[in-house]
């Protein structure tokens, strides 16, 4: 009698460890790989122990890029991440890991900007100045890319003078996305004043992927700016032009990470639709790791790994 009952579950959990053990990459036409990606802005536990985000790899998430957030430029000597200055001791658990995860083949990038403001508006007032620390910034933790949160008012030619630098400083390998709320691909509503699909025209050049200098944009499905319940609004930023390979859907983490919040489930539904329908579809992200999978009853390296099953699919 037991035996018949538990067969069915040992099977169970032997199929559920064979495929996390798989290879969790998946392919585009361009050889890229379906990017599985995810925001870090809280580091600690609730107890205050860092994240091992090694875990990402040696458990076998799918993890594509981390993206540390956020940059903040308060003035000239107060550069932080969060709440503390990025060049200080606070941060030395971060980048042995961050160069693991890169030995590893994951892209780790920075963002800047987000809900707190004025990181654009003082590289715009004063570009000569800010410019060169962001830039020591990248060079010195030897970071892959960089992410334009931008949920403040500023000048477009400010985003592309700062994407056309890098390009120029850090090459073409360098990776330039923009994190965009789903609503303005389509200038129907904004965070910012910027019109990216404006942007996205001139932001151009001729040695970078696509003949762009947004490598692709992390575009936000949630907070009323566009939701990952179903495809709807992917479909409506698609409808508008944009390339699928350049639009990843972005999804919350958690419940207690915006409005919006889908579960795993649905999330699993979405993205399957999405890649029937474009088969060069941008992958996903998840705001923010720290939180992930708590409305799941998962931890955050668990709910990567559900998105990465989903992607692999
Ligand atoms: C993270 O885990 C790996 C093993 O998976 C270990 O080698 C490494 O020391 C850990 N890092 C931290 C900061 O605990
Ligand atoms: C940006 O300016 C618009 C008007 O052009 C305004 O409606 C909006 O609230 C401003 N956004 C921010 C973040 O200040
Ligand atoms: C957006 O706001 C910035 C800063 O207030 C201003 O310089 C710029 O001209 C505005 N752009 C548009 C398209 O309104």
Do not use: C
Not at 50 to 77: C, E, R
Not at 203 to 226: E, H, M, V
Not at 263 to 277: G, R
């Amino acid at each position: 009698m037991l035996h018949k009952l538990l067969a069915p579950l040992i099977a169970l959990l032997s199929l559920s460890q064979y495929v996390l053990s798989f290879p969790l990459t998946v392919r585009l036409d361009n050889g890229a790989p379906l990017r599985n990606i995810v925001y870090v802005q809280t580091f600690t536990d609730s107890r205050g122990n860092w994240f091992n985000l090694t875990d990402l790899v040696t458990q076998k998430s799918g993890i594509t890029h981390v993206i540390l957030a956020s940059l903040h430029l308060d003035s000239p000597t107060e550069i932080h991440l969060n709440d503390n200055d990025i060049e200080s001791s606070y941060w030395d658990p971060l980048w042995p890991m961050v160069s693991s995860l890169q030995a590893a083949g994951v892209k780790v990038m920075l963002m800047m900007g987000g809900a707190a403001q004025g990181s654009y508006a003082r590289l715009q007032n004063d570009f000569d100045t800010y410019y060169p620390i962001i830039l020591q910034i990248l060079r010195h933790h030897n970071l892959d890319g960089f992410d334009m949160d931008v949920e403040e008012n500023v000048s477009e030619s400010i985003l592309l003078r700062l994407a056309q630098q890098l390009d120029a400083d850090m090459g073409t390998n360098f990776i330039l996305t923009a994190a965009p709320v789903a609503l303005s691909m389509s200038n129907s509503g904004n965070l910012d004043n910027v019109s990216w699909p404006a942007l996205d025209k001139v932001a151009i050049s001729s040695t970078r992927p696509n003949g762009k200098l947004f490598n692709w944009y992390n575009t936000q499905f949630y907070d009323g700016w566009g939701s990952a319940a179903s495809t709807g609004s992917y479909d409506t930023v698609i409808k508008a032009g944009w390339d699928p390979r350049r639009i990843v859907l972005g999804v919350l983490t958690a419940a207690s990470a915006g409005s919006s919040w889908q579960p795993t489930s649905v999330l699993a539904s979405t993205i399957a639709s999405l890649k029937a329908k474009y088969p060069n579809f941008g992958g996903v992200f998840g705001w923010e790791y720290g939180l992930a999978g708590q409305s799941d009853g998962q931890t955050p390296v668990q709910w990567v790994q559900s998105i990465g099953r989903y992607l692999a699919a």
